[in-house]
């Protein structure tokens, strides 16, 4: 007995209608070709992609999709399409637009029948998918380990073979002065490294937002001093002069002390670290609403062009003066990070070879 309840056989036009619908809710580009690869099927998401605003039915292939790979390479999509046996996908290749713009593809090839039984039509599915937000995430976590190994390397090294070398002289009891000098080392290195990772560690909560700022009254001229004196020995061993200057209007900012501090902090290690003569000042004034802080160096400088760059994460100058010092490019973009957080605003003035000067409106949050 035939079964009556099943659902009868849509037509093909039902059945056309409604793989179009589905086609066309799909989020990513769908492109059918025959095997001339001559558009025969797309849906509005390849339209986008594409940016392409007609019809592409009968339309060539390489006519619409003009893609290159790593080196900047056209890839002759056409032949990569008949050489297609089995299904593949890249991830590798980009999509160039008419105004050589581009955009991060994955792509996937299948040879397909378009149609039913021996009857149908050999052809090929092509999806796309604009990856480019995924890509430069990968792109930034692979620069972000390089980086970090890198800048955790050296100090590591440096210190291994200092505590090594006080070891193998404490063993032979040899001079005191030499594994005391050692030992000084590695404790700098260590504490380098540990800079490192208070950076980091700040950086992770900033970008997953869980900062907040805790407003305390903070008295501003002893927190400038308590800086002055921190740092002083650091830029001794340099040479140079660290000075601070008070304005004596100076009352007490309300703000988040913590972040106060490492943005000095981070301000003035940079102007210990890039100047090689002359001197450092730390000051503070009053402005209408809140405090003004500035550190001015009379340092190596930092070009027009760098000027716009330096808050970008893991930014570090091309300037071999800059890179003889270790530094992530990390100090910055967290100084920003924090800058936001308490309504602050940054300035940077600086002319090459004649120094730099950072300076940082900060807003009472009360
Ligand atoms: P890092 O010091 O770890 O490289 P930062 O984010 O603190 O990273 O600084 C980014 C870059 O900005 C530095 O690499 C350097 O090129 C430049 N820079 C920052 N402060 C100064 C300064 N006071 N003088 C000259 N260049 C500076």
Known sequence: MPDTNATPAPNADVERERLKSLINSMGDGVIAIDE?????????????ILDINKSMAGTPINEVLHLIDKNNQ???????????KTSTASREWRLLYPDKETVNLYISIAPVRLGYGQEGMRGYVILLRDITREKSLEEERDEF???????????????????????????????????????????????????????LSTLSRAERGKLNVEIESINVSELVQELVANYTPDAQKKGLELKSYLDP???????????????????????????????IVL?????????EFYVTD?????????????????????????????????????????????????????????????????PNLR
């Open 298 to 362: 009379t340092g190596i400088g930092i070009s027009k062009s760098d000027q716009e760059k330096v808050f970008d994460k893991f930014f570090r100058s091309e300037d071999y003066r800059t890179r003889q010092n270790n530094g992530t490019g990390l100090g910055l973009y967290v100084t920003m990070k924090l800058a936001r957080l308490l309504h602050a605003e940054i300035n940077l003035q600086s002319e090459m070879n004649q120094g730099t000067t950072f300076s940082i409106f900060i």
């Open 249 to 279: 209007t100076l009352e007490v900012l309300l703000s988040g002390r913590l972040y106060v501090r490492e943005i000095l902090q981070n301000f003035i290690t940079n102007a210990i670290k890039y100047t090689e003569k002359g001197h």
């Open 36 to 48: 001339q690869t001559s558009v025969v099927l797309y849906n509005g998401a390849a339209l986008n």
């Open 74 to 84: 056209p890839i002759d999509i056409r032949e990569t399409i008949t050489n297609t």
């Open 145 to 199: 380990i390089s980086v970090v190994s890198h800048e955790l390397r050296t100090p590591i090294a440096i210190a291994e073979g200092n505590v090594s070398n006080a070891l193998f002289l404490a063993e032979k009891n040899g001079d005191l002065t030499t594994i005391r000098e050692s030992l000084k080392q590695t404790y700098n290195q260590i504490m380098f490294l540990s800079g490192i990772i208070n950076d």
């Open 283 to 291: 000051g503070a004034t009053t402005k209408k609403g809140g405090v």
